[in-house]
């Protein structure tokens, strides 16, 4: 089983990235997925997150309206479009696959990093 993010790197406020989370090993259209993050001292943040079937998705407050979530189940990957972005977005961002009908995350991937800064 892998999940390997892609697409982080250093930007400068106000733009954007799109990240991927390519899936293996396991049958992703059975899995919700969710992107996290993490920041230096800081816990591990549910960012946003998208139904198996692709229908379905929520985002924290902090990236309503910035960010879009989205998934090719036949690519088997999920992505975090994120733009306006802010120096606070600065962080580990990690994907995850959650089984349907169950609660906790049954794989995480190990995460790309992103710097908002100018």
């Known amino acids: 089983v892998q999940l390997v993010e892609s697409g982080g790197g250093l930007v400068q406020p106000g733009g954007s990235l799109r990240l991927s989370c390519a899936a293996s090993?396991?049958?992703?259209?059975?899995?919700?997925m969710k992107w996290y993050s993490q920041a230096p001292g800081k816990e591990r943040a549910l960012v946003a997150g998208?139904?198996?079937?692709?229908?379905?998705?929520y985002y924290a407050d902090s990236a309503k309206g910035r960010f879009t979530i989205s998934r090719d189940n036949g690519a088997k990957t999920v992505y975090l479009q994120m733009s306006s972005l802010k120096p606070e977005d600065t962080a580990v961002y990690l994907c995850?696959?959650?089984?349907?009908?169950?609660?906790?995350?049954?794989?995480w991937g190990q995460g790309t990093q992103v710097t908002v800064s100018s």
């Open positions: 998208i139904s198996s079937r692709g229908d379905t998705s």
């Open positions: 090993g396991f049958t992703f259209s059975n899995y919700k």
């Open positions: 995850a696959a959650v089984m349907d009908g169950r609660w906790s995350v049954a794989y």
